[in-house]
């Protein structure tokens, strides 16, 4: 008896925990006060990322030293790595491109001439090549330089992205991906339109999560 | 109103003090005041003094063949390249002294200052929860009050300290954007 309770409160729990299905995805749009000046070269930033989906490291593991300020076990965020989101910043900017902005990725952008200098190694058939580049780009300069450069580039907005990766909640440790646009003026950086997406994954990790976010929330971004 | 996020700060005895939460609060938070019409600059992405950045790349080839034979290619390029790039020479904001950090803000443009803490309290009953705590704050640049939004939640069977951080963060936040 008290273990048919038991298996029926399980299944009334894990029923009730874990519907199957994921919450469709949820856009929020807004427009801002530059919502009608025609804006269509567009300086795009590097995303910045946050999570709560945090891993704990591995004591093998090279980067798993504590850091001398956190006695704890290192933590680390899988989801928000170099290449996802450059990978998300690049369905973002592709998207805007063919929606019609000219979008000039930042990092590309050199704040100053850069100097390169390259040795290269030929024996055999073994070749090996050297190049040490030094520079500055968009991000390196001051807010100052930046609004020059800004208006050297002739660009008339600029346009940030952030992601944001919930707790995992219930049974299956669901979690919303949420990717913000948000598009301003270069000048005063009035708001033009910002857009947000929000997708709920599941249990397994989705490294694809971040970029169809990225895809929803460019979704519908028209010039003027 | 254009604000200056600054660094979220935590109490220090907090494990969800660590760098990976505070990126995580500050990034929830400048999201929402973005969507509810604020214009939001992250301090930590400003700086100074220009920085410079020099970055090495190695690239090696080898046309060897390779040990596994493969149908069909007899002389397969294996190709390596390792990047390192390094950032020297500049300064942050947080690094500039006061009254420039102020000259800045003030070119840019910006009215006032967001400030996110959060503290959590000491652990009780049987299940040793806790209680998390969520401020936001904004001030005009001269240090007078705009407003300040608190949530509670409590950690524990239900909520784990991820959960709680999220909850609290999404309190805390969308009550202020609802004004």
């Given at each position: 008896m008290v273990a048919r309770i038991l298996i029926a409160s399980l299944a009334l729990e894990v029923a009730g925990c874990g519907s199957s299905r994921l919450a469709p995805a949820l856009i929020r749009a807004r427009s801002g006060p530059a919502a009608a000046q025609p804006i269509r070269r567009v300086v795009a930033l590097g995303a910045t990322c946050g999570s709560l989906d945090l891993h704990v490291v591995e004591?093998?593991?090279?980067?798993?030293?504590?850091?001398?300020?956190?006695?704890?076990s290192p933590l680390e965020v899988l989801e928000c790595g170099r290449d996802a989101l450059a990978a998300a910043d690049q369905a973002i900017r592709s998207a805007l491109d063919f929606a019609g902005y000219g979008v000039i990725d930042a990092e590309r952008v050199n704040a100053v001439a850069g100097r390169r200098r390259e040795i290269e190694e030929r024996h055999g058939i073994l070749a090996s090549r050297t190049t040490w580049t030094t520079g500055a780009t968009f991000a390196d300069a001051t807010p100052a330089e930046q609004a020059d450069i800004l208006k050297a580039l002739g660009a008339e907005g600029v346009l940030t992205t952030r992601v944001w990766i919930g707790a995992g909640t219930g049974f299956s440790a669901r979690r919303s991906v949420s990717v913000q646009l948000r598009l301003a003026t270069?000048?005063?950086?009035?708001?033009?339109w910002a857009r947000r997406c929000e997708i709920e994954v599941g249990i397994e990790q989705d490294p694809s999560a971040m970029q169809r976010a990225a895809r929803c929330a460019a979704e519908g971004a028209r010039p003027r | 109103m254009t604000l200056a996020a600054l660094p979220v700060r935590c109490a220090p005895e907090l494990a969800v003090c660590s760098r990976p939460y505070a990126a995580a609060m500050a990034s929830a938070t400048r999201m929402n005041l973005e969507l509810a019409g604020y214009s939001v600059v992250d301090t930590e992405l400003l700086n100074a003094e220009a920085w410079r950045r020099t970055t090495t790349r190695l690239e090696s080839t080898s046309s060897r063949a390779p040990a596994v034979p493969q149908h069909g290619l007899r002389d397969v390029p294996m190709d390596t390249a390792r990047e390192r790039t390094e950032r020297a020479g500049g300064a942050s904001w947080a690094d500039a002294p006061v009254d420039e950090q102020r000259r800045m803000l003030i070119a840019m443009g910006v009215d006032g200052v967001l400030a996110t803490e959060v503290g959590m309290g000491r652990a009780h009953g049987m299940a040793r929860q806790r209680t998390l705590t969520m401020r936001v704050t904004v001030t005009r640049l001269?240090?007078?009050?705009v407003w300040r939004s608190e949530c509670d939640v409590e950690t524990g069977d239900y909520h784990s300290d991820e959960q709680a951080v999220d909850l609290a963060t999404r309190c805390a936040v969308e009550s202020a954007s609802l004004w």
């Open positions: 004591p093998s593991s090279p980067s798993a030293r504590p850091s001398p300020t956190s006695s704890s270069a000048t005063d950086r009035t708001l033009v | 001269d240090g007078a009050l």
